[in-house]
């Protein structure tokens, strides 16, 4: 079984500081990792995705994440916030089995300070 | 538009109704998966299919839940005598199997509310 864990359910920036966004996952085999997005009243949005190429992933609007498994961690940072980045954010981790469903963490709301 | 498409995006019902809702999968997509996300938490699996099969459930999905996807194309989501508890957000996911990663594609969600 998988599970992903979220530190912290509200983060907040001020305008054009860092993004952190914490994401440690458990999984039995190597796993697929993802980040997704989402506005309110709207699905989600995929930001990035890790699927065992390089460690280092880049995805849409400048966010990144790091695949460390020694730390069984997938960060999500972004260099400069901007006002647009305020939503919620999920990490989610499948693994490469028949299924593939997603596996999803409680979410960080991600607030922006102009 | 060639996403995911959610009918109806809200639905208000009284306790004991039932409801259904549509979910239409990007075209050449042959897996069809339903989330359900109760307010400030992240979404928890329901069920899968490939093509029209449906392969696993989650053990969320009660007795009062069932899901079909008749010509595995569009699929359906029934809830029968609803609940207070019923009330979240469905969303419904699709992708392309044999991908590497089976990236899944979401739609807008219907937000159930059970009055």
Same mark, same amino acid.
């Given at each position: 079984a998988q599970s992903v864990t979220q530190l912290g359910s509200h983060v907040s920036v001020s305008e054009g500081a860092l993004v952190l966004l914490r994401c440690n996952y458990s999984s039995s085999v190597p796993p697929y990792l993802f980040w997704y997005v989402q506005y309110p009243n709207q699905g989600l949005q995929l930001l990035l995705k890790y699927t065992? #190429?390089?460690?280092l992933v880049k995805g849409i609007n400048d966010f990144e994440a790091e695949f460390k498994k020694s730390e069984t961690s997938f960060h999500l940072t972004k260099p400069s916030a901007h006002m647009s980045d305020a939503a919620e954010y999920f990490c989610a981790v499948s693994l490469n089995? #028949?299924?593939?469903m997603l596996t999803f963490g409680g979410g960080t709301r991600l607030m922006v300070k102009p | 538009d060639t996403g995911v498409s959610q009918n109806p995006r809200h639905k208000i019902t009284k306790r004991g109704q039932n409801v259904t809702f549509r979910c239409d999968p990007i075209?050449?997509?042959n897996r069809l998966y339903w989330y359900r996300q109760t307010l400030g938490q992240g979404p928890e699996f329901l069920t899968y299919f490939q093509n029209e099969a449906q392969l696993e459930k989650s053990?969320?999905?009660?007795?009062?839940f069932s899901a079909e996807r008749p010509k595995g194309s569009f699929s359906t989501l029934e809830i029968q005598?609803?609940?207070?508890?019923?009330?979240a957000m469905y969303l419904c996911a699709s992708s392309l199997s044999g991908?590497?990663?089976?990236e899944q594609f979401f739609g807008p969600g219907t937000r159930l509310t059970v009055l």
């Open positions: 065992s #190429a390089a460690t089995n #028949a299924g593939n | 075209s050449e997509h053990r969320l999905l009660s007795d009062r005598r609803t609940e207070q508890g019923d009330s991908s590497s990663y089976n």
